[in-house]
């Protein structure tokens, strides 16, 4: 039980074939889940001005997990890339569908590329259009995971960090949590909020390098599966908001 795991912000970027993607789940207005999986290092310099046009391809699928899509989809980005300087932004599976994003200089030949990508994967039904989306609206209102999905992200790769290390998630541990802030008085005020859930402050320090120069240790025993994880988080995530601050991750040892 020695072995420390440790999530931190911001969000580790993970790099599947050549493309480096993550996913995180939401639930949109009617309470419907949906996946959305995006490329993340388009964030580092979207938009860009040499890809105006976003090409999108709907296309039907009961298996979107299946090796099969995936082959299909990976014939997809290299084709699209290879011949329309095409990047893949991510996709949406929502109920049945899985909505693909790219971005080109332009939207020329697109029906004809993915009409010869699907026919190689024995068809599907689909829809698919271009459009101008010069400002990335699509990749940075829609598919770019906001800071509370970052979190999801984050707290997934720890716990499936500790899976894989063998732990029983539903023992209870000690967990370290991470807030910085401006301002002491703004500390004081987030600690004494967390107080009632159960957290206790371990530590204080501060570093005047820093914006955020006044930190936070607080633990707290409780078990890290991913429901219990996503509910001491969201809270802790919420309490420094609140005061202007910023919850930096947790980490725990392993429990087995």
Same mark, same amino acid.
């Given at each position: 039980?020695?072995?420390?795991?440790?999530?931190?912000?911001?969000?580790?970027?993970?790099?599947?074939?050549?493309?480096?993607?993550?996913?995180?789940?939401?639930?949109?207005?009617?309470?419907?889940?949906?996946?959305?999986?995006?490329?993340?290092?388009?964030?580092?310099?979207?938009?860009?001005?040499?890809?105006?046009?976003?090409?999108?391809?709907?296309?039907?699928?009961?298996?979107?997990?299946?090796?099969?899509?995936?082959?299909?989809?990976?014939?997809?980005?290299? /084709?699209?890339? $290879?011949? &329309?300087? *095409?990047?893949?932004?991510? =996709?949406?599976?929502? !109920?049945?569908?899985?909505?693909?994003? @790219?971005?080109?200089?332009?939207?020329?030949?697109?029906?004809?590329?993915?009409?010869?990508?699907?026919?190689?994967?024995?068809?599907?039904?689909?829809?698919?259009?271009?459009?101008?989306?010069?400002?990335?609206?699509?990749?940075?209102?829609?598919?770019?995971?906001?800071?509370?999905?970052?979190?999801?992200?984050?707290?997934?790769? /720890?716990?499936? $960090?500790? &899976?894989? *290390?063998?732990?029983?998630? =539903?023992?209870?541990? !000690?967990?370290?949590?991470?807030?910085? @802030?401006?301002?002491?008085?703004?500390?004081?005020?987030?600690?004494?909020?967390?107080?009632?859930?159960?957290?206790?402050?371990?530590?204080?320090?501060?570093?005047?390098?820093?914006?955020?120069?006044?930190?936070?240790?607080?633990?707290?025993?409780?078990?890290?599966?991913?429901?219990?994880?996503?509910?001491?988080?969201?809270?802790?995530?919420?309490? $420094?908001?609140?005061?202007?601050?910023?919850?930096?991750?947790?980490?725990?040892?392993?429990?087995?």
């Amino acid at each position: 039980m020695s072995e420390k795991i440790k999530h931190n912000l911001p969000i580790i970027r993970e790099k599947k074939g050549q493309f480096m993607v993550d996913y995180y789940e939401l639930a949109d207005d009617e309470g419907v889940v949906f996946r959305c999986d995006v490329e993340l290092d388009l964030i580092d310099d979207a938009p860009q001005e040499e890809r105006p046009w976003l090409l999108w391809l709907f296309v039907k699928s009961d298996a979107p997990l299946s090796d099969t899509f995936s082959a299909f989809m990976e014939d997809l980005k290299n /084709t699209l890339k $290879a011949t &329309l300087d *095409a990047v893949f932004a991510g =996709t949406i599976t929502k !109920e049945g569908w899985v909505e693909c994003y @790219f971005y080109a200089p332009d939207g020329k030949r697109f029906e004809n590329l993915t009409s010869e990508v699907m026919s190689r994967h024995g068809g599907f039904a689909h829809e698919r259009g271009a459009s101008r989306d010069s400002k990335w609206e699509m990749y940075l209102e829609r598919l770019y995971p906001d800071a509370y999905a970052q979190l999801r992200i984050q707290n997934r790769h /720890t716990v499936e $960090a500790l &899976l894989e *290390a063998g732990d029983d998630l =539903t023992l209870a541990r !000690e967990i370290e949590h991470y807030l910085f @802030f401006q301002t002491k008085s703004s500390m004081d005020r987030s600690i004494a909020s967390l107080s009632p859930h159960g957290f206790v402050l371990k530590e204080e320090f501060k570093d005047d390098q820093n914006d955020y120069a006044y930190g936070a240790v607080l633990t707290k025993t409780e078990s890290v599966t991913p429901e219990a994880v996503e509910a001491s988080t969201a809270l802790l995530f919420d309490a $420094a908001l609140e005061q202007h601050g910023l919850y930096e991750g947790w980490s725990t040892v392993l429990a087995a």
